[in-house]
């Protein structure tokens, strides 16, 4: 299953997949910086699409799909984006494999 195809599937996120990184705000663009931007297959706007759902509760922000070369299946990044005091400070949190295979098995039933 691809990334665009699991986002679509998933409650609440039907509409969510943007190509490259346009779910993210413009100017959170300018924090994710990819090796080959043409391997960006998409993102989805995680935080947005449950704030009305459940607005206080602990998600990612965005969800970032990349393609890398030495990979059969697309790469799902998991981003955290933390403004401090109104400063453009960013904190990155990006989940390790094993842990985001777990989270969009359990999220999106892959």
Same mark, same amino acid.
């Given at each position: ?69 030495? #990979?059969?299946? *697309?790469? /799902?990044?998991?981003? =955290? @984006?933390?403004?401090?005091?109104? +400063?453009? #400070?960013?904190? *990155?949190? /990006?989940?390790?494999? =094993? @842990?985001?295979?777990?989270?969009? +098995? ?5």
């Amino acid at each position: 299953m691809t990334f665009k195809e699991a986002v679509e599937k998933t409650p609440g996120l039907k509409n969510a997949h943007k190509l490259g990184l346009r779910a993210l705000r413009a100017e959170d663009r300018p924090h994710v910086v990819a090796e080959d931007t043409r391997s960006l297959t998409g993102s989805a706007d995680i935080d947005t699409a449950f704030q009305k759902l459940d607005p206080n509760a602990n998600r990612w922000d965005f969800a970032i799909a990349y393609q890398h070369a030495n #990979r059969t299946a *697309e790469f /799902i990044y998991w981003l =955290e @984006l933390q403004r401090f005091s109104g +400063q453009s #400070r960013y904190q *990155e949190g /990006i989940m390790a494999s =094993e @842990l985001a295979q777990r989270y969009r +098995q359990a999220t999106w039933q892959v």
